[in-house]
T-cell receptor, first 113, second 111 residues
């Protein structure tokens, strides 16, 4: 079964450093998402991406965050200057069409020290 | 998206059916009911969805009341591996795609 792949599985960084989280969505999918989950809290929507542009973003997704689909397969989330409160699991998801049947990756655990 | 209400936690014996309820009294006509689950800290996993008819797949059944104000996810023969947080999410209409997760129901399946 096709799956969404995220790398790395765990990223440790110092406060103020830039991080890039990588995702390879399922190949024929057209809509891409990033969510995050702070430990012990609920899963929160960050951003959706379609046709090479952001289609929706949450209040969390401020100027420190950016997304990119640099080639036909990768989908990345960049945090420019990490803060302690950015420590969380980050999940990438993709979907083929205008449906909410999303396929999630296993996540990247980001630890900001 | 319509708000959903789920019990915080439920228990189920292994091999028995697990019935997880969800209230979504403000659901609108073009909104779907989706169920996802999250095992430990893994990525959420799609289970099933429906609009107004009952649905069944290899994982579960979804029963939606006639007025669509509530639904029940049924895992017919729960196993220990079904222990997870189960999320009922109403979405669709003009806000398709984005999923708004609540706290969900922690289902514990015990031997």
């Amino acid at each position: 079964e096709p799956e969404v792949t995220q790398t790395p599985s765990h990223q440790v960084t110092q406060m103020g450093q830039e991080v890039i989280l990588r995702c390879v969505p399922i190949s024929n999918h057209l809509y891409f998402y990033w969510y995050r989950q702070i430990l012990g809290q609920k899963v929160e929507f960050l951003v959706s991406f379609y046709n090479n542009e952001i289609s929706e973003k949450s209040e969390i997704f401020d100027d420190q965050f950016s997304v990119e689909r640099p080639d036909g397969s990768n989908f990345t989330l960049k945090i420019r200057s990490t803060k302690l409160e950015d420590s969380a699991m980050y999940f990438c998801a993709s979907v083929w069409g205008t449906t909410s049947l999303q396929y999630f990756g296993a996540g990247t655990r980001l630890s900001v020290l | 998206d319509a708000k959903t209400t789920q019990p915080t936690s439920m228990d189920c014996a292994e091999g028995r059916a697990a019935n997880l309820p969800c209230n979504h009294s403000t659901i609108s006509g073009n909104e779907y009911v989706y169920w996802y689950r999250q095992i430990h800290s893994q990525g959420p996993q799609y289970i099933i969805h429906g609009l107004k008819n009952n649905e069944t797949n290899e994982m579960a059944s979804l029963i939606i009341t006639e007025d669509r104000k509530s639904s029940t996810l049924i895992l017919p023969h729960a196993t220990l591996r079904d222990t997870a947080v189960y999320y009922c999410i109403v979405t669709g209409g003009t806000s398709y795609g984005k999923l708004t997760f609540g706290q969900g129901t922690i289902l514990t399946v015990h031997p």
